[in-house]
């Protein structure tokens, strides 16, 4: 028990080490969706109408502001992955899976460096909560640092899993783009499902995104939003999708040593 936890221990510190070594990726995880958020927000602020089903004082930007912040778990999670592949092109990753340690102690250790970034990215994010009228109650923190974990361990899982199995991180990118701003998009981010056509509401019902931005949204708003799922089924989904995401890592560092 002691090497496993060593082994995943330095794996996650590495991570962490070599973000900050990193200063591009600060700015490129966190400015990107801040982008995003004012551009976008600001842009569709006076179209965005309320309505009954959703009582938002600060319009878009109020409604957009849960979707920036799982956007910036999605970059974060996901591309703090890729240094699996530049591990493999540098031969440290073949010298992790000689080491005397279980092969789920390098997914864990693994995704938990990613998924520490992610938070950390987030909760940076969360100081801009004032501006757009988004109320965070602090006996809710805990709870709401809880659920990005649980988002971030999921979309990091989903990362490593990709990754593994890739040789350049060209690939990687092309690969990622393909699902990312789809699964962001279709997860109740932009627009809201009550408003969408059958089909669009087809794909976010089974897009797992949709249940994280959901969670995450519960902790911003006094009262839910219309069409927006129970609370309790997008946690569970949530820690279904990172159960899955990490033993599916799992298995394929043992299958593809």
Not at 47 to 70: C, H, I, K, R, W
Not at 172 to 197: D, E, K, Q, R, V
């Amino acid at each position: 028990m002691r090497r496993v936890l060593l082994a995943c221990y330095t794996l996650w510190l590495r991570e962490i080490v070599r973000f900050w070594r990193q200063r591009s990726r600060i700015v490129g995880a966190l400015g990107s969706p801040l982008v995003f958020w004012f551009l976008i927000g600001s842009g569709l602020n006076r179209s965005f109408q309320g309505g009954p089903a959703m009582p938002l004082q600060g319009g878009y930007l109020e409604y957009f502001y849960p979707g920036t912040l799982a956007l910036i778990l999605l970059f974060t999670a996901i591309f703090s992955t890729i240094s699996i592949v530049e591990d493999r092109q540098e031969g440290f990753l073949q010298g992790v899976l000689v080491a005397p340690v279980p092969r789920a102690a390098i997914v864990v250790g693994k995704v938990l460096g990613s998924t520490t970034l992610a938070v950390m990215q987030g909760a940076v994010f969360l100081l801009l909560a004032p501006f757009a009228q988004v109320q965070i109650h602090l006996v809710d923190l805990p709870a709401l640092f809880g659920v990005m974990v649980l988002v971030s361990f999921g979309l990091s899982g989903m990362g490593f899993l990709v990754a593994w199995w890739l040789d350049s991180t060209q690939g990687f990118h092309a690969i990622m783009n393909i699902f990312l701003i789809p699964l962001w998009i279709l997860s109740g981010a932009l627009f809201p499902a009550s408003g969408a056509a059958g089909w669009v509401r087809a794909l976010m019902l089974v897009n797992p995104m949709t249940y994280g931005v959901s969670a995450l949204r519960r902790f911003f708003y006094d009262q839910p939003l219309a069409a927006e799922p129970p609370f309790g089924l997008s946690l569970a989904v949530v820690v279904l999708f990172a159960v899955a995401m990490t033993a599916a890592g799992t298995v394929a560092v043992r299958r593809k040593g």
